[in-house]
């Protein structure tokens, strides 16, 4: 168990740059969840760490250590992969002990560390049933043990979850809030998913085009974002975004300045100012409605009023969040 | 014209050709091997006689042994060959595609050219092969060690090598599938087993060969039967079936001579059919000797 | 670059270069042997290219044996065979994907059992039934195995890469009421092209290099394709070396040369692109 840390790290694969001066901590026993839209560059991240990919700047450190230059071996790290990399031709139980058997640990110690791996995740029940046997979320917990097995300094996720179907990822989300919690290691999970990011990081780092945009716990995040990007890229359905000549009706801004302000502070209002309903989406209990004026509002769905009809909407001065028009950083007002 | 007959008749042509020229060739070959038959009359029925001539047939056991021996040599060099040049050469780097195309070219050389090269490297007195052997030589018939090179064309053992040393450059088929199997393998495998602190053997032992497997399996079952086959342009053109007696006779070569120099086509026939048996155990066996070393897999 | 490859680096590619002139030394001897001057004497130490260089060796083979007849012929057996293997070959692999279930389960067992026996067993009844038709002494016998596709092989390998096309476009084709022709000839072909190049090369090489048939099944020389005619030349002076070097050179130039156009479909693209049309 360790803290782990990047120091800008760069990485480019020919003429793109992958990673662009990443500074970035994990907390000792931290669950650290790294989210961004596709392409932005987490996937290397993680194999950086891993050793899997040679950064060509920066420094990479787990615990005391720095590893920058160590093989992936020798970093004892462990990774679960997006597609689980689950050998076809062994078992469940061969499956997770493949790390300590090619470390040749001794028979004994393999069979104890595979049952409590395997007890840890719920795998106990299929052990010498083969991959292609079990179902997306068995297969992801036995990627679980695999990497769990040898109790390594800090756990990799890569998008673990993104293979699985609604339900089961649901589930599986609690279930490895659940392992961090008992296992208590360190753990780096990348996904695209913001939804996953926000339930499940003690702290999540938002990368974009290479760049850690904002780290945080998912409340600051998600209530004082650092900038556009960030702002835009969490929450559903994504923050609205109103240049000055459109946020003058409720307030004035400055030039060279937008305001944010997400759909759930959109409030329906008697003496807000007046607006056309275009459409209007109902997501279960909430419903989504979009107004002429370049703005959703997200209302339960009990009171979301009919497409076509007049309304009045505001927000409070609070609750909208301003930033600079070129650099998309966060000014205060 | 419906759909279902529009497909009939796309694969009409090819199941046309699947029974005229193998599966009705194949019970005739299974039915002549019973009987007499010089093309001139009818096939007259003579039961077992055919086999036990065979039995009986020095020269055929000769083809027989020559067969066996040079399958059991030959084909694993030829698997182990072509896999290694597919785990050199399956990543991108400097030249990689000069290198595959270079291993490919051996093997689409039309056999008789490729046969009549060797005659010439061959040649025991002015051979490129001896030449280099000879090259710096204390006399001018001995090696640079001493001792006198391999008579490739006329000693039955030397000979016999010389063969398969030709069987080892025409490995490019393999190495194409072999090569397509090694890239098809997911790489998050092998970044595992990078983390994992596996060895380069390791590597090779518990991930690329059982997944290479079923592809190994399916390739040394038709080299072994080809292997058969490949042999008859080399002894017919480069060694002439011998060096006497009949050193690098083997079955092909013993089933062609029978058949059409001898015009003995039922005992040709029943030669085949021996040489098929064999071959399908030998397959038979490979089958049950990988299954059973795949599942002592567990780690 | 991935991490690993630095480690790889050192030794691959010495061993690969190696490796490359080793397998290309048989051709290399082949067209130095074949420019040796006929008639004299053997050389004393190994050498890369014979001194003088001559080509004399051509003339004669061509003048000993009507080698411009054989690859003429050749020529024509080839023209003959790869179209129309490739044809029935593609034909078949794609009427493999349609008919599904256990017709197919059955049609590609079938084909891997007739993959797997080889030529030389079926060679005394293939000659029994032609010499019954009346068409030994003909080229129909070598033109005959493009009704295999020359080897189930090659249907094998397009029913694999049409297997690999997104079936919701042959479900789309089939919804906007195209046969099945139809979509052979305007989907499936098109999106195959470097299998059908590939398969076409291997048909090339096959047809061209085939040795065992027309020995078996032509008697008219002025009916031998290049094999064969390479056949006689041996058979005329079996140490005349640069004159037999000569004919392999007549021989092998041409496979050779479609294969370095054609190679960079199946050999040069990362996972295998062109070879299995993924």
Known sequence: MSRLALEGVRKRFGDTTALDGVDLEARDGELLVVVGPSGCGKSTLLRCIAGLEAVDEGAIRIGEREVTRMKPAARNVSMVFQSYALFPHLTVRDNIAFGLVVREEPKRVVAERVAEAAKLVGAEGFLQRRPYELSGGERQRVALARALVRRPDAFLLDEPLSNLDAGTRVQMRTELRRLHREVGSTMVHVTHDQVEALTLGDRIAVLDAGRVRQVGTPDEVYSRPDDLFVGRFLGTPAMNVLTPQAARPFVAIPEQTVLGIRPEDVRLTADGVPARVDLVEVAGSDAYVFLDRDLVARVPAAGRPAEGAEVRVGFDRGAAHLFDEASGRRVEW | MTERRQVALMLAPYLFGLFALVGLPAVVT?????????????????????????????????????????????????????????????????????????????????????????????????????????????????????????????????????????????????????????????????????????????????????????????????????????????????????????????????????????LRYGYAASATLVMFALTALIVWLQWRIVRRWRKGFAV | MRAGDRRWGGWRLPAAIALAVAFLLPLWFMVSGSLREPGTPPPRAPELVPRPISTTSYDQAFDLVDLARHTLNSLLVAALTVPLAVLVASLAGFAFLLVGGRARALLVGLSFAALMVPVTALLVPRFTLYRWLGLIDTWVPLVAPALLGLSPFYVLLFYWSFRRLPPELLEAARLEGMTPLSMWRRLAMPLVRPVTIAVALLAFIASWGNFLEPLVYLFDPDLYTLPLGLRSLEALDRTNYPVLLAGAVVATAPVVLAFVIAQRYFLHEDRGAGWLGR
């Open chain 2, 30 to 262: 299974f039915g002549l091997a019973f009987t007499e038959y010089d093309l001139l009359r009818a096939p007259s029925f003579n039961g077992l006689d055919n086999f036990r001539e065979l039995a009986d047939d020095d020269i055929f056991a000769t083809a027989l042994k020559n067969s066996l021996v040079f399958a059991l040599i030959a084909v694993p060099l030829r698997l182990a060959g072509a896999l290694g040049l597919a785990l050199l050469l399956h990543r991108r780097f400097t030249g990689v595609g000069a290198y595959r195309s270079s291993t490919v070219l051996p093997t689409v050389i039309p056999d008789v050219a490729y046969g009549l090269v060797w005659l010439w490297l061959f040649n025991p007195l002015y051979g490129p092969i001896n030449l280099l052997l000879r090259w710096h030589g204390d006399s001018p018939t001995t090696t640079a060690w001493g001792v006198q090179p391999p008579q490739w064309l006329t000693h039955p053992n030397d000979a016999r090598a010389a063969i398969i040393l030709m069987s080892l450059f025409t490995i490019g088929e393999g190495f194409v599938i072999l090569l397509v199997t090694r890239q098809g393998l997911p790489s998050e495998l092998y970044d595992l087993a990078a983390l994992e602190d596996a060895t380069a053997w390791g590597i090779f032992r518990r991930i690329t060969l059982p997944l290479m497997a079923p592809i190994l399996l399916l390739l040394l079952a038709r080299d072994t039967i080809f292997s058969l086959q490949w042999t008859f342009v080399p002894a017919l053109v480069v060694t002439d079936g011998g060096p006497p007696p009949y050193a690098t006779t083997y079955v092909p070569l013993f089933v062609y001579r029978n058949a059409f120099e001898y």
